[in-house]
């Protein structure tokens, strides 16, 4: 069946340093992919989303490429920020709208 | 703000026990999803209901049950409560229920089984 497998944390880094949350699926056919995050204590909100191969999503300066040809769809920014420590999850989009998630990946970022 | 309300935002019960989650979903949505997270097996898709149908079924246990009503607010029951039925419960919406359409997610339920 579909499933998402993403890399996983904590991952701890430093302000401005340059961040990568791998992310790899499973599928049958061509699934829109997503990023969502979580802040403490909140939902998760939508970050991104890819709805086709090789598409770009981004948002708040996070980045990621719908690879068709490795199956993956890694996140990426380029300089973090404290405010964007929580956690990331990916996730592909079922038939019927509801959404496949991987484990989820614990970024910190300290000052 | 994500437009989805979930209430209660803890409940605190014992095992055996039955419960009600409620869930409102943003307005306009006519899909709403119920999900579990918990530490061990992450974030579980339990059930979809567009329009007052269910539509998809996940990995829900028959103790559980739920149902969307006509003016789109759903409930999630929970019956015979395990301890291992401890864990956050989200509810999320979407517009059109279809894979391009995102998911809009609720701050959660708590629940606690002792």
């Known amino acids: 069946g579909n499933s998402v497998t993403q890399m996983e944390g904590p991952v701890t880094l430093s302000e401005e340093a340059f961040l990568t949350i791998n992310c790899t699926y499973t599928?049958?056919?061509?699934?829109?992919l997503f990023w969502y995050v979580q802040y403490p204590g909140e939902g998760l909100q939508l970050l991104l989303k890819a709805t086709k191969a090789d598409d770009k999503g981004s948002n708040k300066g996070f980045e990621a490429t719908y690879r068709k040809e490795t199956t993956s769809f890694h996140l990426e920014k380029g300089s973090v920020q404290v405010s964007d420590s929580a956690v990331y999850f990916c996730?592909?989009?079922?038939?019927?709208?509801?959404?496949?998630f991987g484990k989820g990946t614990k970024l910190s970022v300290k000052p | 703000d994500s437009g989805v309300t979930q209430t209660p935002k803890h409940l605190i019960t014992a095992t055996g026990q039955r419960v009600t989650l409620r869930c409102s979903p943003r307005s306009g949505d006519l899909s709403v999803y119920w999900y579990q997270q918990s530490l061990d097996q992450g974030l579980q898709f339990l059930i979809q209901?567009?329009?007052?149908?269910?539509?998809a079924k996940g990995n829900i246990l028959e103790r559980f049950s739920a149902q969307q009503f006509p003016d789109l607010h759903s409930e999630l029951n929970l019956s015979s409560l395990e301890l291992g039925d401890s864990a956050l419960y989200f509810c999320?919406?979407?517009?059109?229920?279809?894979?391009?359409?995102?998911?809009?997610f609720g701050n959660g339920t708590r629940l606690t089984v002792t």
């Open positions: 209901y567009y329009n007052g149908e269910e539509r």
């Open positions: 599928a049958t056919g061509y699934p829109s």
């Open positions: 996730a592909l989009g079922g038939s019927q709208g509801n959404l496949i």
């Open positions: 999320a919406s979407s517009a059109t229920g279809t894979d391009n359409s995102p998911l809009h």
